[in-house]
């Protein structure tokens, strides 16, 4: 893994951490929102939204453009690659301690199937 990307990798988890945050991304990946659009189905001020905004731009997983008195705000997945890199040495880890279990549990299936076998023979 490469520990250069620590402080990034940092506020990215900071920044998904947040339910809001979260849905907004996924707004965003639909396409453009305005900073109005995006606070729209929550239940918070602007000011509040643009301090959601705000930790998600700081973690560099949008970008935000004046266009006169609107800002527009659009994904950058960059970041969100970084994370899922870190992620997926997990997803190996897991995989692998999970397809040892499954294995386990075929094994002993199989045992199990031999002496049920095994004990209607004798009868």
């Known amino acids: 893994m490469v520990d250069y990307l620590a402080p990034q990798l940092d506020t990215v988890f900071h920044?998904?951490?947040d339910a809001t945050r979260r849905?907004?991304?996924r707004r965003l990946s639909a396409g453009e929102r305005t900073v109005s659009q995006l606070a729209a189905p929550f239940d918070?001020?602007?000011?509040a939204a643009s301090k959601h905004i705000k930790v998600l731009e700081g973690a560099?997983?949008?970008r935000r453009e004046v266009q006169g008195r609107t800002h527009m705000c659009r994904l950058e997945p960059g970041p969100l690659a970084s994370a899922h890199e870190w992620l997926r040495h997990y997803e190996q880890f897991w995989n692998s301690r999970l397809d040892?279990?499954?294995?386990?549990l075929r094994?002993?299936?199989?045992?199990r199937s031999?002496?049920?076998d095994d004990n209607n023979k004798g009868e």
């Open 15 to 17: 920044a998904l951490g």
């Open 114 to 116: 031999d002496n049920s």
């Open 23 to 25: 849905d907004m991304l």
């Open 107 to 111: 094994d002993d299936d199989a045992r």
């Open 44 to 47: 918070m001020s602007l000011a």
């Open 100 to 104: 040892t279990l499954e294995r386990l």
């Open 60 to 62: 560099g997983l949008i």
